[in-house]
């Protein structure tokens, strides 16, 4: 079961890789898409147990940083996405993942993604990013993975949650 766990994981990480680098930029505001990996991510968190989550988060982050046409320092989407992966598993270990509860953690994973996303471009000096358009960055990603999560959480964390019953919460 968990080696299906992994397959059906990893696929859903390559689907969403490839809507987000091919579809979304054509949907994209000023240049901001939604991080649809951010999703799987978190769906991983809140259904099952959290190693397995952090190690999909680092994975997930890590061919977001290799994907064309990233123009960043690889390894920064990696680490943004398994600090969120880690912060949306401890809110599973302390509420039962309702609506509201699954909304409120996209909504903060998110923003802490983004934000370490962000804040380690500023620190790397990466060009594209600056301090002026960090807020604008962070709240339009925040908004965009919030609008999405009715559509992408609920079959997948119920996908995780049968490929994976013992661990399941969901």
Known sequence: MTQLRWLAALGAVLLALVVQ??????????????????LV??????????PFALVLGFTAGLVLDLAPPADH???????????????AARVRQDVRPNALAVVGTVAAASFAATSIFALSGILLDDPAMSVAGLL??????LVW????????LPP??????????????A
């Open 156 to 169: 997948l964390m119920r996908l995780f949650a049968r490929l994976g019953p013992q661990w399941a919460t």
């Open 136 to 141: 604008e960055v962070v709240l339009v990603a």
């Open 21 to 38: 680098v091919s579809l979304f930029p054509h949907l994209a505001w000023h240049g901001i898409v939604p991080n649809l990996c951010l």
């Open 73 to 87: 320092v690889a390894g920064r989407w990696a680490l943004a996405l398994t600090i969120a992966a880690f912060l």
């Open 41 to 50: 991510v978190v769906a991983a968190a809140l259904t099952v147990e959290a």
């Open 145 to 152: 993975d919030v609008l999405l999560t009715p559509f992408v």
